[in-house]
């Protein structure tokens, strides 16, 4: 897997197979994994042709899977332990912006149908935890949005189970769990949770 940063768009590259709750989510295959700055008033009737503009920009070979948010993409966390990587940025909705918490997990390793549903799940509950960690009493705002990929190599047996109980979700609870809180202290340049809500 490569990553940069091009204008307003973390950019990941690879030979993923990956599942998304995003624009146009699903389960396949994809060559490129989007999470793209938007204006905080945006709008726009089809997402779907607005992230493919914005490959066609960038001139991307291969299908993209894209997440959108209005974080901008130099407050975006990396954190990595052995076969996972994570990628978070993260805003909260309130009346006068937008915000989301976008995550992206990739693993080295080769994960099962079960495995890569599952790891949805283990990163949701680690980020509702992450956020309860804060102090804060909500699990996410309402347009949070996640992709869980792995590079589809052909090589070794898959990952079967992703529970926070097996080795490969404790890594992805851990990652998350601090990228959360990491990503939102970066966003709002402060440790002051009150601040976060206003």
Not at 9 to 26: M, P, Q, R, W, Y
Not at 66 to 85: G, I, R
Not at 144 to 166: C, F, H, K, R
């Amino acid at each position: 897997m490569e990553y940069e940063i091009i204008d307003r768009v973390l950019v990941l590259k690879g030979n993923f197979e990956a599942l998304s709750t995003g624009v146009d989510g699903g389960r396949r295959a994809a060559r490129n994994i989007l999470n793209i700055q938007v204006p905080h008033n945006f709008s726009h009737d089809d997402p779907k042709s607005y992230v493919e503009a914005i490959a066609a920009s960038l001139k991307l070979d291969g299908g993209c899977i894209a997440l959108l948010t209005a974080v901008q993409m130099k407050d975006v966390q990396l954190l990595s332990d052995a076969c996972v990587t994570v990628f978070v940025t993260a805003g909260f909705t309130n009346p006068s912006s937008f915000g989301t918490i976008n995550i992206i997990v990739i693993s080295s390793a080769t994960l099962s149908e079960g495995a890569i549903a599952g790891t949805i799940i283990t990163a949701t509950e680690a980020k509702a935890r992450a956020l309860f960690d804060e102090g804060l009493h909500f699990t996410g705002t309402t347009t949070d949005a996640m992709v869980v990929a792995y590079e589809n190599s052909g090589e070794g047996a898959p990952i079967l189970y992703s529970g926070p109980a097996t080795p490969f979700g404790r890594r992805v609870t851990k990652l998350v769990r601090s990228g959360v809180k990491d990503a939102l202290k970066a966003h709002y340049g402060s440790d002051d949770v009150d601040k976060w809500l206003l």
